[in-house]
């Protein structure tokens, strides 16, 4: 994993990490840019055939100052290795008091109950151990024990491809870049190359022959990869920091959650996608925050049962939208790779000068019609639950969904947009508290109507934030309603021009956004029948 993208990185900042995680030392610094390049060859004799221009985080930050209308994320992405981003949240947890970390540990079964699951383990000396709890959350990687054991069943399948990643350190490579810093390489017909950290750290990936039986160097690998349809060039490494074989899938659990629903799944557990588009692990920490909250209003009491329900109903339709859009990024793949076997004699040199420029244009004109597969805001901002038992409809009808683009709405079930207040500097994602927040677009008259709902929540334990906003037109433009309420993950939960006219009618609203109750008209959307539910 090398990018952690705007929806991560706006949870980030809600959680008051995000500036944290991009001040880590092997973290890309803000004014690199995320370019793609695409070559004959990383060597000297390589010829640049097309390339894909992505802003860097000081430049998007000024775009999304600019663009003020609810469009744009409150956070560009930021570019960073797995390695860094996990050994960064694992200090984090273990400096959490509040947490028990047990690292090193095997996991080899779990017995489920309707009141709670019993984990085995054996620990870092050979003994078994077992650990009881009222829920189970399953985040062990793609061959998942958890899901294995919980009986839940992977739909899908490997693509026939397979890979060899080399991590490695290479102060002659960095230094030795002919077409400039970038953040992915791709030289023809060898796999991809990918800047870690702007300094001297990069990780190959070399498409493995079938035929491939000798033992595999992981130095070859590199300069294989590098060289492209030119042959390998062969350069300086300092060290091989990790090496691996690993093959690309496309699959996600037929479900999230057991019939009890006290074991759950996230992240690769629930659903694997290969690299292209860069939705596995995002879409693994929007997992596990929805989630999170979910776990949390249930075991303070405020929040029903039905809530951990509605958690998979929610995240699976939106992760076979992300399926299909990576599947998408796939082919668009395949089919260049068929343009460089029609073309290749002519990417190698062995053509006409003008057979050469023919193909040149050819390839340059179709990588420029594919662009960029990380700037799809449709997949990564407009996720909705508009028909998850757990939000509250209004009955307005949604807006046109576009993959590249996401248009700003406080529909129920939508992400609340990301807006500036009037100071030019303050998000009101900076406004959420940490769990629920009321959004009051507020007039002044000094009665706001709004006791029915306070009154509600205390009765209800249900921990909400009322946040009251005078005098911000633009950002009351935006989001459409006087009145918003938006959920520990910044969906919004309820929406309104007037408040509850009485605590009852409070209460009601409350109970549904909370799991505790199901309207009596609720149906699952579209997208859920299809996913098969």
């Known amino acids: 994993m090398d990018l952690t993208n705007c929806r991560s990185m706006e949870l980030l900042r809600v959680l008051g990490l995000a500036d944290d995680y991009r001040a880590q030392a ?5 004014d ?43 956070e560009p992405g930021q570019r960073c290795s797995q390695i860094v981003f ?13 947490l028990t970390s047990k690292f090193g540990w095997t996991y080899t079964g779990h017995i489920e109950a309707e009141d709670g699951v019993t984990a085995s383990f054996i620990d870092g000396i050979g003994a078994t151990r077992t650990v009881s709890a009222r829920y189970l959350v399953g985040c062990d990687g793609g061959s998942s024990r958890v899901r294995l054991c919980a009986g839940i069943e992977m739909l899908g399948g490997q693509i026939p491809v397979q890979f060899y990643l080399v991590h490695f350190r290479s102060a002659e490579l960095a230094q030795k870049l002919h077409f400039g810093r970038f953040w992915h390489a791709f030289p023809v017909g060898s796999g991809f190359l990918i800047d870690q950290d702007e300094k001297d750290t990069f990780t190959a990936h070399y498409p493995i022959p079938d035929a491939m039986a000798e033992p595999i160097d992981t130095r070859e690998v590199v300069y294989k ?54 939705y596995g692990m995002n ?29 998979g109903d929610e995240r699976r339709p939106m992760m076979i939208r992300a399926l299909q859009r990576s599947h998408r990024h796939v082919l668009e793949h395949v089919v260049l790779a068929d343009i460089y076997g029609q073309v290749w004699d002519s990417l190698v040199g062995e053509t006409s000068e003008a057979d050469q420029v023919e193909a040149l244009n050819r390839v340059k004109s179709y ?12 997949i ?20 046109k969904w576009d993959v590249k683009r996401y248009t700003p709405s406080t529909r129920p079930g939508s992400r609340a947009p990301h807006v500036f207040l009037k100071d030019g500097t303050t998000s009101i994602y900076d406004l959420f508290g940490a769990e629920w927040t009321l959004i009051h677009f507020a007039g002044d008259d000094t009665d706001d109507g709004l006791d029915p709902v306070v009154n509600a929540a205390e009765k209800m334990s249900f921990p909400v934030k009322h946040v009251v906003l005078k005098g911000e037109e633009h950002a009351r433009k935006i989001w459409e309603r006087a009145l918003v309420l938006v959920r520990p993950d910044t969906h919004v939960a309820w929406r309104s021009n007037k408040a509850p006219s009485t605590s009852k009618e409070a209460e009601h609203i409350l109970q549904v956004v909370s799991g505790k109750m199901v309207l009596l008209d609720h149906s699952k959307s579209e997208t859920h029948r299809q996913a098969g539910h």
């Open 26 to 30: 092997n973290a890309v610094g803000a």
């Open 32 to 74: 690199a840019n995320f370019d793609s390049v695409f070559v004959t060859s990383m060597g000297p004799q390589g010829r640049l055939l097309a390339d894909w221009k992505i802003p860097s985080v000081a430049e998007q930050r000024e775009c999304i100052k600019v663009h003020n209308d609810g469009s744009q994320p409150a």
């Open 86 to 98: 996990e050994s960064w949240l694992k200090g984090l947890i273990i400096s959490k008091q509040n």
């Open 225 to 278: 990869m590098l060289g492209g349809c030119l042959g390998k060039w062969e350069i300086k490494i300092d060290e091989v920091l990790v090496h691996s074989q690993w093959q690309p899938s496309f699959s996600i659990a037929e479900t999230y959650c057991t019939e009890t629903g006290r074991v759950l799944l996230a992240g690769d557990a629930a659903h694997r996608n290969p690299p292209h588009g860069g």
């Open 283 to 311: 879409s693994g920490v929007v997992d596990a925050v929805d989630l999170g909250w979910r776990l949390a209003a249930v075991i303070k009491g405020y929040g029903g049962e039905g809530l951990l329900k509605a958690y």
């Open 367 to 378: 990588i420029t019609t594919s662009g960029p597969e990380t700037l799809d805001r449709g």
């Open 380 to 399: 990564e901002l407009d996720l909705r639950y508009d028909n998850s038992p757990s939000i509250y409809p209004d009955g307005s009808p949604p807006v």
